[in-house]
T-cell receptor, first 115, second 111 residues
């Protein structure tokens, strides 16, 4: 079993829809959770990061973490064709530990927003 | 502020050869990590360097190695290339534990 599980999709939605992307994880040591967006043939771009449980909002994006159920979500409101990309979730142990850069990623969900 | 840069962007090598990839982190970032991305395995952690010291290593064979210089720039080396090493190699930098910023990657093709 992978430490971070993510439905690869693909997911296709009409423009303006609310998109829900989800991941589950198994490593209880994860304290930081991140969402990345990756366009074809580009490097991943950091969208959101959250610490422990709770919600975080940034424009059209909302990240949620529920540590009790080991479930993380990303919501995209008013989706646009430019949101079409692969979305990757990731978990990381405490920043006070020995690593800043060791993330464990899900497989990524391919999202297409059609006009 | 300039982002993470990687050179070269594309590389074609033959089995058995070795390759060196280069990464310049965001100014002020002392942590540099390397990842391998393939369609089958996704993004996998290779190793992390901080202040010229390897701080973490992923589950890759010893053919994969790296180093970091005093200016935080980093290189990774793959020796005795295999077909399965064909991948997108991504470098990422961080100033703390709250965000990891990736470069555009080097696409390595091994023939």
């Amino acid at each position: 079993q992978k430490e971070v599980e993510q439905d690869p999709g693909p997911l296709s939605v009409p423009e303006g829809a609310i998109v829900s992307l989800n991941c589950t994880y198994s490593n209880s040591a994860f304290q930081y959770f991140m969402w990345y967006r990756q366009y074809s043939r580009k490097g991943p771009e950091l969208l959101m990061y959250t610490y422990s449980s709770g919600n975080k909002e940034d424009g059209r994006f909302t990240a949620q973490v529920d540590k009790s159920s080991k479930y993380i979500s990303l919501f995209i409101r008013d989706s646009q064709p430019s949101d079409s990309a692969t979305y990757l979730c990731a978990g990381k142990g405490d920043a006070g530990g020995t690593s800043y850069g060791k993330l464990t990623f899900g497989q990524g969900t391919i999202l297409t927003v059609h006009p | 502020k300039a982002g993470v840069t990687q050179t070269p962007r594309y590389l074609i090598k033959t089995r058995g050869q070795q390759v060196t990839l280069s990464c310049s982190p965001i100014s002020g970032h002392r942590s540099v990590s390397w990842y391998q991305q393939t369609p089958g395995q996704g993004l996998q952690f290779l190793f992390e360097y901080f202040s010229e010291t390897q701080r973490n290593k992923g589950n890759f064979p010893g053919r994969f190695s790296g180093r970091q210089f005093s200016n935080s720039r980093s290189e990774m080396n793959v020796s005795t290339l295999e077909l399965g090493d064909s991948a997108l190699y991504l470098c990422a930098s961080s100033i703390s534990g709250t965000g990891l910023y990736f470069g555009p990657g080097t696409r390595l093709t091994v023939t």
